[in-house]
């Protein structure tokens, strides 16, 4: 497939050099982590930390989960809720018998009985686990890390296998890797769908790209100026619910585009599940061949892996190996024509 470069305006000596040293900072740092929690799940000296009701409440985070919601997050709720006396099947579907098994549940933690899964109610359904523990709670934990990229069995024995593929997830989210399952992990692991937020949803998705610290989004373009259609702010409006900006200067200016899930899974992946650093430093915004997936929401460009610049002797290979591995079919770094600098990963229209 011919795919013409990604074509820049070419901007004065002076911006090209400011925006040289903005993209080779956003290269070398890392964004504030925003926690979504902050109970820790164990304390110095690997004692575990024991949060009140209220503190377990708020420390811990979740999609949002109703009738007719499905995938990996429903699962290990049905999990969760066969752990605390619940009669459901264990389907993945969130039908009438999970909601009646959920008002059931509410009812009898005096929560409010909707038969909608927020966080007071994900709170009081998810135990802290370590090895040793066994059961239905340790098989919606290993459900969840399995759908995070980790290799374990959905046996309900939390034995070293799981507490290692715990460990190693921790580590990829940044949390303290001590194998033990409290509420920082529960978040971690509900909130974090495949990489990161619920399946399929792209605001959720979105605001975690934006708040993690080893996914670097560009605040400038490699060539032109305008701070409405930058990889950070795509990412940002997605996150808001409004579609990324393509920028004035392209083939199609100034137009909304929703950023597809399977992109944005992939690039939370290449973090979660490859365990790559990575710049990105475009998405819809910049100048690129007419018919680019690029304008359809569907790839991104990587300039920094691990901190190294691509075609300076970053892993840029095993980084493309990986996007393909991921679903991306259109994936061009050094060797191609005008990515000698950058990787394009894109994915199926």
């Not at 070398?28 to 004692?47: F, I, K, M, N």
């Not at 009812?107 to 899964?117: P, S």
């Not at 989004?217 to 409004?242: C, E, F, Y």
């Amino acid at each position: 497939m011919s795919v013409r470069t990604t074509r820049h305006a070419r901007p004065t000596r002076t911006r090209r050099m400011a925006a040289a040293i903005a993209i080779g900072a956003l290269g070398c740092a890392g964004l504030v982590t925003v926690a979504t929690a902050s109970t820790p799940d164990s304390l110095p000296g690997g004692r575990s930390a024991a949060p009140t009701a209220n503190q377990a409440a708020a420390a811990l985070s979740g999609p949002t989960l109703k009738a007719g919601a499905s995938g990996p997050e429903v699962t290990a709720l049905q999990h969760l809720l066969v752990a605390g006396g619940r009669s459901v099947a264990v389907d993945g579907k969130f039908g009438p018998a999970t909601t009646s098994a959920v008002k059931a549940f509410q009812k009898a933690k005096g929560l409010g009985a909707d038969g909608i899964v927020g966080p007071a109610t994900w709170a009081k359904l998810t135990p802290t686990l370590r090895q040793g523990a066994q059961g239905a709670a340790v098989k919606a934990a290993q459900t969840l890390l399995k759908a995070r990229g980790q290799s374990v069995a959905v046996d309900g024995k939390f034995g070293p296998a799981t507490t290692s593929a715990v460990k190693a997830f921790q580590k990829a989210k940044g949390l303290g890797a001590d194998g033990v399952v409290g509420p920082q992990s529960w978040s971690a692991l509900l909130g974090a769908g495949s990489g990161g937020a619920p399946s399929g949803n792209r605001a959720a998705l979105a605001k975690e790209i934006r708040d993690h610290r080893d996914i670097v989004l560009a605040t400038v373009h490699p060539g032109g100026t305008h701070a409405g259609s930058t990889a950070r702010q795509n990412i940002v409006d997605t996150a808001s619910g409004k579609g990324a900006l393509t920028s004035p200067w392209s083939d199609r200016p100034n137009q909304r585009v929703a950023l597809d899930t399977r992109m944005l899974s992939g690039l939370l992946k290449l973090r979660g599940q490859y365990g790559y650093r990575v710049s990105v430093s475009e998405i819809v915004g910049g100048d690129h061949s007419s018919n680019s997936r690029h304008y359809a929401g569907l790839s991104f460009d990587i300039n920094y892996i691990n901190g190294v610049h691509v075609g300076d002797g970053a892993p840029h290979q095993g980084l493309m190996s990986a996007c393909r591995k991921l679903g991306a079919t259109e994936v061009l770094g050094p060797g191609d024509a005008g990515h000698s600098r950058h990787v394009h990963c894109g994915w199926p229209r």
